[in-house]
C-alpha cells in the first residue's frame, strides 16, 4: 500500500502563489506516475498536472501550462506543485494521487483559498 498526505494549503491573495506537497510513503517503490487533481463542490475531480515517479515526463492540463510547475523530489518520496498567480476562482482542494500499476492511490487533500 501507498500513503499520501498533502500539505501546504491555505490563504493566499490573487496573484500570489503556493507550493503543495504530497508526502508519500509505505510501498513507493512500486509508484509509477503521481498526479495533482482539483475538485470544485458538486463537479467531479480535474486534472492539474502529473508526473512520472522517476524519470519525467511532465503533463499538465492546458489551463495550467506557465502557472503550475510539478516537480518531485525522490529522496524525500515527495512531490511538489508550485501554483503561481492563483486566480478566486481555484479556491478549492487540492488532492494528490499514485498510481502502482491498476490501482490509484489518494490523499485527504489541502485545502487552497484565494482571496479577491
Known amino acids: 500500500q501507498v500513503q499520501l498526505v498533502e500539505s501546504g494549503g491555505g490563504l493566499v491573495q490573487a496573484g500570489g502563489s503556493l507550493r503543495l506537497s504530497c508526502a508519500a510513503s509505505?510501498?513507493?517503490?512500486?509508484?509509477?506516475?503521481m498526479a495533482w487533481f482539483r475538485q470544485f463542490p458538486g463537479q467531479e475531480r480535474e486534472f492539474v498536472a502529473a508526473s512520472s515517479w522517476r524519470y519525467g515526463p511532465t503533463y499538465y492540463a492546458d489551463s495550467k501550462k506557465g502557472r503550475f510547475t510539478i516537480s518531485r523530489d525522490s529522496a524525500k518520496n515527495t512531490m511538489y506543485l508550485q501554483m503561481n498567480s492563483l486566480k478566486p476562482e481555484e479556491t478549492t482542494v487540492y488532492y494528490c494521487?499514485?498510481?502502482?500499476?491498476?490501482?490509484?492511490?489518494w490523499g485527504r487533500g489541502t485545502q487552497v483559498t484565494v482571496s479577491s
Open positions: 494521487n499514485a498510481q502502482v500499476r491498476s490501482y490509484v492511490y
Open positions: 509505505g510501498r513507493t517503490f512500486s509508484i509509477a506516475t
